[in-house]
C-alpha cells in the first residue's frame, strides 16, 4: 500500500463518505470537504431525492467496509414494479425469478448520515462541513475552499486529491478549464426533467398503498413512480418533458391544470396525494442528464469518482450503486502496492467501460418504464423471463438480473449478454417460436431456454463481427 498520507476528499456525499471510510480504515490520513451543511444536523434535501434504489452491488460495497448489518434496518425490500393503469388497476411484475432477489428502497439521508458517522469514529478522518471548493490546482495538488461561516478563503495541499463531489464537481471543472491534458467531456440532457412529490402516511402512520414495490404510472411519453419511506410515506417523482406533449412542465402552471392532468393520468395516485399541489409548486424541477468523460485522472495527485466522473440518469436504479462499486473495484487496485499514478491507470482502464455501460442501460431502461412496461410482447418476456429464472436459476438470468443481482459481473458484460438475450426473446416471440402458458412444463421449459440460449450466442458473435468490420 502507498504510504503517502495527506489525502483530500472533496465531496461528503455517498461516494465521498464511503470513500473517506475506506482509505481510513487502510491507514490513510483523509481530510473531506463539503460544501453543505451538516445533513445530520439540518435538512439540505432541497427537492433531491431522499430515497433511493439499493441493491447488491451497494451491499457489496458495505460488506467491504463491515457495515452492511448496520444498513439492513434502513432498507424497505421491494419485490418488483407495482404497474398501475390509467383505471387504476394494478399488476405486481416481480424483479426476478428467485426469491431472494429484490432490490430496497433507503432513505439517502439516512445512509449517508451512517457513512459519515463510520468514517469520523476513525480517529485519521476528518470532515469539514461549509466549505466550497471552488478550484482545484491540480498541478500543485493544492485545493481552495470559501468557508461560509468564517467568510473566508483558505488553501490545503495533499498528496492526492479525490473529487467525489458529484455531476458539478469543481476537480473535473478544473480539468476541463485548466486545459494542461488532453481532457474529453460529455453531457447530455433528455428531453424529461423530474420533480419530486409524496404520498403521506395514514393518520396510524401506515402506508396508504402496497408498501414492498417499485410502484410506476408509465404514460408512454411520461411517468410517475413511487418508492416506500420508514416513516410510511411514499417518495413519488414525476418525469416529465419541459415543453413536449398536451401537459409538460412548462405549461403545468396552475393549480387547475395540474390537477386535470393528475385526474386524467395518475387517478389512483392523486387520490393518495392531498399535498400534490403544495409539492408542485414548491419543489423544484430539475433536470436529467448523463455525464462522460476522460480521463478521470491527473498523473499521480488527482481522481475523479463517482458522478463526478460518470453521472447517468436513474432509471435503472443504479447511479448510487454504481458509485459505491467505483469504490470496491479502487480499493482493489490499492493492494497492488505501485505508484498512485499507475493504480490511477489501471482502476479507469478497467472502470470506464462497464459506468459507460450502465449510463447507457439507465437511458434504455427510462423508455422501457415509461411506456414498454405495458407492451403485449414484453410482458409476455418477461413472464418467460421470471418462468426460466424460476426453474433453472443458475442457468438463466434477465439483463435486469444480470445489471442488478450479480454483483460479480461487470456492467458492460451484463449489457452485452442481457442485450442480446433481450433481442433473441423479442425476436422469438413475434415470430412465434416461443411462448408460455399455465400449462407449460419445466421440460418444455429447458427446450426453450436451449433455443434462447443459441440464438442469444448467435447474436453476441454477430454484433462482435459487425464491431470489427466497423474497426
Known amino acids: 500500500m502507498i504510504k503517502q498520507n495527506n489525502v483530500i476528499i472533496i465531496g461528503a456525499g455517498l461516494c465521498g463518505s464511503l470513500l473517506a471510510l475506506r482509505l481510513g480504515q487502510r491507514g490513510y490520513k483523509v481530510t473531506v470537504y463539503e460544501k453543505r451543511p451538516d445533513l445530520r444536523k439540518v435538512d439540505i434535501s432541497s427537492g433531491r431525492s431522499i430515497n433511493l434504489a439499493f441493491s447488491d452491488r451497494g451491499i457489496k460495497a458495505m460488506q467491504l467496509v463491515g457495515i452492511d448489518k448496520k444498513v439492513e434496518p434502513l432498507c424497505i425490500p421491494m419485490k418488483g414494479r407495482m404497474l398501475h393503469d390509467e383505471k387504476g388497476n394494478t399488476i405486481l411484475a416481480p424483479y426476478s425469478g428467485r426469491d431472494n432477489e429484490?432490490?430496497?428502497?433507503?432513505s439517502r439521508g439516512d445512509l449517508n448520515a451512517l457513512l459519515l458517522n463510520e468514517a469520523e469514529a476513525l480517529p485519521n478522518v476528518t470532515i469539514y462541513f461549509n466549505h466550497k471548493?471552488?478550484?482545484v490546482d491540480f498541478e500543485n495538488t493544492t485545493a481552495h475552499f470559501y468557508q461560509y461561516e468564517t467568510k473566508t478563503n483558505i488553501v490545503e495541499k495533499a498528496d492526492v486529491i479525490f473529487g467525489a463531489d458529484g455531476a458539478g464537481s469543481i476537480l473535473r471543472k478544473s480539468y476541463y478549464l485548466g486545459k494542461k491534458f488532453l481532457f474529453s467531456f460529455s453531457?447530455?440532457?433528455l428531453?424529461?426533467?423530474y420533480k419530486e412529490l409524496s404520498i403521506p402516511p395514514t393518520e396510524n402512520g401506515e402506508f396508504k398503498t402496497y408498501k414492498n414495490a417499485l410502484h410506476i404510472w408509465g404514460r408512454?411519453?411520461?411517468m410517475l413512480i413511487a418508492l416506500p419511506n420508514l416513516d410510511g410515506s411514499f417518495t413519488v417523482t414525476l418525469f416529465l418533458s419541459y415543453n413536449e406533449g398536451e401537459y409538460n412542465f412548462n405549461n403545468l402552471t396552475t393549480k387547475e391544470r395540474v390537477l386535470d392532468f393528475f385526474k386524467k393520468y395518475f387517478k389512483d395516485a392523486l387520490d393518495l396525494m392531498p399535498n400534490l399541489v403544495d409539492n408542485f409548486f414548491t419543489n423544484p424541477t430539475s433536470p436529467l442528464g448523463t455525464i462522460k468523460c476522460s480521463p478521470w485522472h491527473f498523473k499521480s495527485n488527482t481522481l475523479l469518482l463517482g458522478d463526478a466522473a460518470h453521472a447517468i440518469v436513474p432509471f435503472y436504479g443504479q447511479g448510487m450503486n454504481a458509485s459505491f462499486e467505483d469504490v470496491v473495484e479502487f480499493d482493489k487496485f490499492l493492494d497492488d502496492g505501485k505508484d498512485w499514478e499507475s493504480i490511477f491507470k489501471a482502476f479507469e482502464k478497467s472502470r470506464k467501460i462497464d459506468t459507460d455501460a450502465i449510463a447507457d442501460l439507465a437511458i434504455d431502461n427510462f423508455h422501457e418504464m415509461k411506456g414498454h412496461v405495458n407492451n403485449a410482447i414484453f410482458r409476455e418476456k418477461r413472464k418467460l423471463e421470471m418462468a426460466l429464472e424460476k426453474n433453472f436459476p443458475t442457468e438463466y438470468s434477465s439483463k435486469y438480473s444480470l445489471v442488478t443481482f450479480n454483483e460479480n459481473i461487470g456492467y458492460y458484460k451484463a449489457?452485452?449478454?442481457?442485450?442480446?438475450?433481450d433481442k433473441a426473446l423479442l425476436n422469438m416471440i413475434a415470430d412465434h417460436?416461443?411462448?408460455?402458458?399455465?400449462?407449460?412444463?419445466?421440460?418444455?421449459l429447458a427446450v426453450i431456454l436451449n433455443k434462447i440460449q443459441k440464438e442469444t450466442e448467435e447474436i453476441i458473435?454477430?454484433?462482435?463481427?459487425?464491431?470489427n468490420l466497423k474497426l
Not at 102 to 106: E, L, T
Not at 433 to 444: A, G, M, P, Y
Open 102 to 106: 429484490y432490490i430496497n428502497s433507503i
Open 133 to 135: 471548493c471552488t478550484n
Open 187 to 189: 453531457q447530455n440532457y
Open 191 to 193: 428531453t424529461h426533467g
Open 220 to 222: 408512454n411519453s411520461f
Open 415 to 421: 449489457m452485452t449478454q442481457g442485450r442480446a438475450q
Open 433 to 444: 417460436d416461443i411462448s408460455i402458458s399455465k400449462n407449460t412444463t419445466k421440460e418444455e
Open 461 to 467: 458473435e454477430e454484433d462482435k463481427i459487425a464491431r
